[in-house]
């Protein structure tokens, strides 16, 4: 079995009940959209369309009352491949401007809101620009690729007061939200330990192979924006972007943001103390990969303590799930991941306490969006599902695991200064440096 359609089989779930209702669905959803007014509709491009931007603009388009009429990649075969799936969206293609730069985008006043899917190095860049244009966004997470530029995507959202929501989509599942309402209630008693984990048997990095000329078609130099100048190599690109420094945090930011987020709302958490982090490439230390393959870092909390754990390449995670939270009490342990959760009962507790399994039934990215547009007609951005401040949250959190295990170090967190207590990791890490003529905007 590949690990793209292994990758499908583990994720179908999230669709679960809503494939039988799709055609009443489609009904109602055309019943709305004649109802919404003009000066309601929106008009929506998306930037970097290759991976999750496309997943995010299909669920956008089907919103009421949402025109989509830009399409912006460095790749033009992207770009062409799209285009040509656009009239199975119910999109007329001739309605939609595909585009090479996306400032170019930026500047059309008549496009009210941007998805932005690009690689990681150019979510902070690309979310402040448009901020700056007048324009709500859709960001894909990680929010930022460093600490710097997270904080920077914030004072950006207030100082233009655009409605900026984070593509952490697991925030409007119904059994995510059931979940932290039932730690709440305080049921599970004293909380010593949360264990966050990712096994991911179907990724794998690729080979190591000779740089070599950029595919036909691909603006490389684009690609790279505020990125060190390197030649063109397969093995970094499209998807692939993820394991490498660069541009991105390999699977503790990639996956560590949806997974840690829900770790910290349940136990109302805000920075650690302290982080202390080990791993390296392991399973495929011969592949094109900087960022570890296998990593475990413990998290310092006043009152409890939060390990993360995460490995390519095998599937067997804690509690017989390849992903989860769990929340780990003295009357019973919350297990929590993206299929449902449940709670085991601790034997040793005279407060018996257990919940039986709750499965998914809805689907999160949809739901995202739907929030995202309503909070844009609403104007109420209280109402985010995941707006910039919180996903910045969770992305320093997750960033702190990196640089610890970077650094070799423990780090240690000044709460009062919001940076860490070692200056010369602040120096090295706490934002990226620039490159090519490119830099962070004075927000």
Same mark, same amino acid.
């Given at each position: 079995?590949?690990?793209?359609?292994?990758?499908?089989?583990?994720?179908? &779930?999230?669709?679960?009940?809503?494939?039988?209702?799709?055609?009443?669905?489609?009904?109602?959803?055309?019943?709305?959209?004649?109802?919404?007014?003009?000066?309601?509709?929106?008009?929506?491009?998306?930037?970097?369309?290759?991976?999750?931007? +496309?997943?995010?603009?299909?669920?956008?388009?089907?919103?009421?009352?949402?025109?989509?009429?830009?399409?912006?990649?460095?790749?033009?075969?992207?770009?062409?491949?799209?285009?040509?799936?656009?009239?199975?969206?119910?999109?007329?293609?001739?309605?939609?401007?595909?585009?090479?730069?996306?400032?170019?985008?930026?500047?059309?006043? $008549?496009?009210?809101?941007?998805?932005?899917?690009?690689?990681?190095? +150019?979510?902070?860049?690309?979310?402040?620009?448009?901020?700056?244009?007048?324009?709500?966004?859709?960001?894909?997470?990680?929010?930022?690729?460093?600490?710097?530029?997270?904080?920077?995507?914030?004072?950006?959202?207030?100082?233009?007061?655009?409605?900026?929501?984070?593509?952490?989509?697991?925030?409007?599942?119904?059994?995510?939200?059931?979940?932290?309402?039932?730690?709440?209630?305080?049921?599970?008693? $004293?909380?010593?330990?949360?264990?966050?984990?990712?096994?991911?048997?179907?990724?794998?990095?690729?080979?190591?192979?000779?740089?070599?000329?950029?595919?036909?078609?691909?603006?490389?130099?684009?690609?790279?924006?505020?990125?060190?100048?390197?030649?063109? $190599?397969?093995?970094?690109?499209?998807?692939?972007?993820?394991? &490498? +420094?660069?541009?991105?945090?390999?699977?503790?930011?990639?996956?560590?943001?949806?997974?840690?987020?829900?770790?910290?709302?349940?136990?109302?958490?805000?920075?650690?103390?302290?982080?202390?982090?080990?791993?390296?490439?392991?399973?495929?230390?011969?592949?094109?990969?900087?960022?570890?393959?296998?990593?475990?870092?413990?998290?310092?909390?006043?009152?409890?303590?939060?390990?993360?754990?995460?490995?390519?390449?095998?599937?067997?995670?804690?509690?017989?799930?390849?992903?989860?939270?769990? &929340?780990?009490?003295?009357?019973?342990?919350?297990?929590?991941?993206?299929?449902?959760?449940?709670?085991?009962?601790?034997?040793?507790?005279?407060?018996?306490?257990?919940?039986?399994?709750?499965?998914?039934?809805?689907?999160?990215?949809?739901?995202?969006?739907? $929030?995202?547009?309503?909070?844009?007609?609403?104007?109420?951005?209280?109402?985010?599902?995941?707006?910039?401040?919180?996903?910045?949250?969770?992305?320093?959190?997750?960033?702190?695991?990196?640089?610890?295990?970077?650094?070799?170090?423990?780090?240690?967190?000044?709460?009062?200064?919001?940076?860490?207590?070692?200056?010369?990791?602040?120096?090295?890490? &706490?934002?990226?440096?620039?490159?090519?003529?490119?830099?962070?905007?004075?927000?």
């Amino acid at each position: 079995m590949n690990s793209r359609r292994k990758f499908l089989q583990q994720t179908s &779930f999230a669709l679960a009940g809503t494939v039988l209702a799709s055609s009443l669905q489609q009904k109602a959803i055309a019943s709305v959209i004649k109802k919404i007014s003009p000066s309601d509709q929106l008009n929506v491009a998306a930037i970097g369309i290759n991976g999750m931007g +496309w997943s995010d603009t299909s669920a956008l388009i089907k919103q009421p009352g949402i025109n989509l009429v830009g399409l912006c990649d460095i790749d033009s075969n992207v770009l062409a491949k799209r285009m040509k799936e656009l009239p199975g969206k119910n999109v007329d293609p001739a309605k939609v401007k595909t585009y090479d730069d996306y400032r170019k985008i930026l500047e059309n006043k $008549n496009i009210d809101a941007v998805i932005i899917g690009t690689p990681d190095h +150019w979510h902070a860049l690309q979310m402040i620009h448009a901020c700056e244009a007048g324009k709500d966004v859709y960001v894909e997470k990680p929010c930022g690729n460093s600490i710097g530029e997270c904080n920077l995507m914030v004072a950006a959202q207030k100082r233009y007061n655009r409605t900026v929501q984070v593509g952490q989509w697991q925030r409007s599942q119904q059994h995510f939200k059931n979940a932290v309402d039932f730690i709440n209630t305080g049921a599970l008693g $004293n909380i010593r330990t949360v264990k966050v984990w990712c096994y991911q048997g179907w990724m794998k990095p690729q080979p190591v192979v000779p740089d070599r000329p950029a595919p036909a078609g691909v603006d490389y130099k684009q690609w790279l924006g505020p990125a060190p100048t390197r030649a063109f $190599n397969p093995s970094r690109f499209h998807f692939d972007f993820r394991w &490498f +420094w660069d541009y991105a945090g390999g699977l503790m930011t990639d996956w560590g943001v949806h997974l840690l987020d829900y770790a910290l709302l349940g136990m109302n958490a805000s920075v650690p103390k302290t982080v202390a982090a080990l791993g390296g490439k392991f399973a495929y230390p011969d592949l094109a990969q900087e960022t570890p393959d296998t990593l475990t870092a413990l998290y310092e909390f006043d009152k409890f303590n939060l390990v993360w754990d995460h490995a390519m390449g095998i599937d067997n995670g804690s509690y017989g799930k390849d992903h989860g939270i769990a &929340f780990i009490g003295n009357n019973g342990t919350l297990v929590l991941y993206r299929g449902g959760w449940e709670v085991l009962e601790e034997r040793q507790s005279a407060h018996k306490v257990a919940k039986p399994f709750e499965k998914v039934m809805d689907n999160g990215l949809e739901l995202h969006m739907k $929030n995202f547009v309503e909070v844009i007609r609403s104007g109420r951005k209280e109402d985010l599902h995941c707006s910039i401040q919180d996903a910045a949250h969770v992305a320093t959190v997750a960033q702190m695991g990196n640089i610890s295990f970077r650094s070799g170090q423990r780090v240690a967190w000044d709460p009062t200064q919001q940076k860490f207590t070692d200056n010369a990791i602040n120096k090295e890490y &706490f934002t990226k440096q620039y490159h090519n003529g490119y830099s962070l905007p004075q927000v």
